[in-house]
């Protein structure tokens, strides 16, 4: 089995764009008792809470614990969070601004609110007003036409979905499971964290490759598209039917659906899709017939995706163009000056 590389931070997303609207795992994945402290950053678009993460996650590199860097949902080049787990001790920093705010959970004991809006000016910005307001009436439009065409997408998904031999998939897929040897259970605890591989947004499925780097082995079901899902739930049941220790990956359109699951005891991972899978495959069905209904719910759903695509690409847009008002009043030296009094603190904590 081979050793993970812990110099090599794994890449997650904590929130999702789905049918339903945003959904947010940040409560699930930065619960204050799981951690020595949680960092939590504030401060409009632009001012540097991205890059404060980013530097927190090389500089903590060299202290040989494992680094998690947690991706925004709608931009998949900006941090969102950065998790360091050195030994027993555990420490985070978050974006806690909206759509996933978070305030001081536990104030002082654990959770710190670091403001970078101190580092603003207020006046040059008081300027800008108009353009900012416009902005940001702008970009909240598009995501709410954005949402309204992934609502679209579910209400379709749905109809698509409802095929038979129900009974049939369940057998087949705990037939499939069971015959894996790897899967060795008896060890196991329990624990469930939660995770997500992939979001949606102005790149439309964004996937990162963290699976491959943690995985010996992939599997895919190998079903028609009708049954892959079925399938993916139907394991997540049976795992924690039998306790197991893993990661679930919730899909990112849809929560109530399971994308990828990982198993970081035996290191093999469960993915609906993500490029080519390793392994074997592990069960097989003949496709359903597609009825005319059907088809016309695909060609809706395909339709309806590619425009939630382009508004949430116009949202961020929007979102971009915020940035660079809030950057030029940035004075960045109080941010690195925040940093290195964070910093210093952090390492005496893991320490």
Known sequence: MAKEDTTIPRKYFAAANGYGGFRSYFGEIFRSEDYERIYVLKGGPGTGKS????RLSEDLTSLGGSIEEIYCSSDPHSLDG???KVGEKKIAMLDGTAPHERDAVIPGAIDCIINL???WDEKWL???RDKILALNLQKKKAYKTAYSYLSLCGASAKLESQVKYKEKIKELSITSIKSLAELDLKQNNGKI?????SSFGRYGRYTLT???EISDKIYS???NEYFNQAFMNELYAYLCYNNADFIHFPDPLDQYSTEAIHLPNSRITFALRGGEPTGESIADSKDAVESEREKVAKACYDRSLEEAERWFSIASDNHFLLEEIYKEAMDFDKNDRIYKEKYQEIINVLS
Do not use: D, F, Q, Y
């Not at 890059?51 to 980013?54: A, E, G, N, Q, V």
């Not at 964290?193 to 591989?197: H, N, P, V």
């Open 126 to 128: 008081s300027a800008k």
């Open 117 to 119: 809006g101190e580092g």
């Open 193 to 197: 964290e939660t995770r997500l591989i």
């Open 82 to 84: 950065v998790i360091c």
């Open 51 to 54: 890059s404060m993460m980013r």
């Open 221 to 223: 079901p190998n079903l």
């Open 210 to 212: 963290t699976l491959s």
